[in-house]
């Protein structure tokens, strides 16, 4: 089955930088695009960014556009997510999921992004 482990995850100051990883099994990774999710307390869950199975295409959504980057490794099954300058708003729990802008559906567990002084 669909397995998707989440990491990277942490309390960080504003301005800070985090890298977050998602490592994929149970799917052919290589041959599916990839997107980042997020929700942030009280709120629904939102995109944050999109790859295609080739690391070609790229989308980040308008409010991490030039502050964020998503990256793969389709050796090591795992979709990265570089956050810089990070702003208080960017406080979520973060989630992978198969798919180009559009989840498939699965979901990891999702790993914790807090940005406080």
């Known amino acids: 089955q669909v397995q998707l482990v989440e990491s990277g995850g942490g309390l960080v100051q504003p301005g800070g930088s985090l890298k977050l990883s998602c490592v994929a099994s149970g799917f052919a990774f290589r041959d599916s695009s990839m997107s980042w999710y997020r929700q942030a307390p009280g709120k629904e869950r939102e995109f944050v960014a999109a790859?295609?199975?080739?690391?070609?295409?790229?989308r980040h959504a308008d409010s991490v556009r030039g502050r964020f980057t998503i990256s793969r490794d389709n050796k090591k099954n795992t979709v990265y997510l570089q956050m810089n300058t990070l702003k208080s708003e960017d406080t979520a729990v973060y989630y992978c999921?198969?798919?180009?802008?559009?989840?498939?559906?699965?979901w990891g567990q999702g790993t914790l992004v807090t940005v406080s002084s």
């Open positions: 790859i295609d199975n080739f690391g070609i295409s790229l």
């Open positions: 999921t198969p798919g180009w802008v559009v989840s498939t559906g699965s």
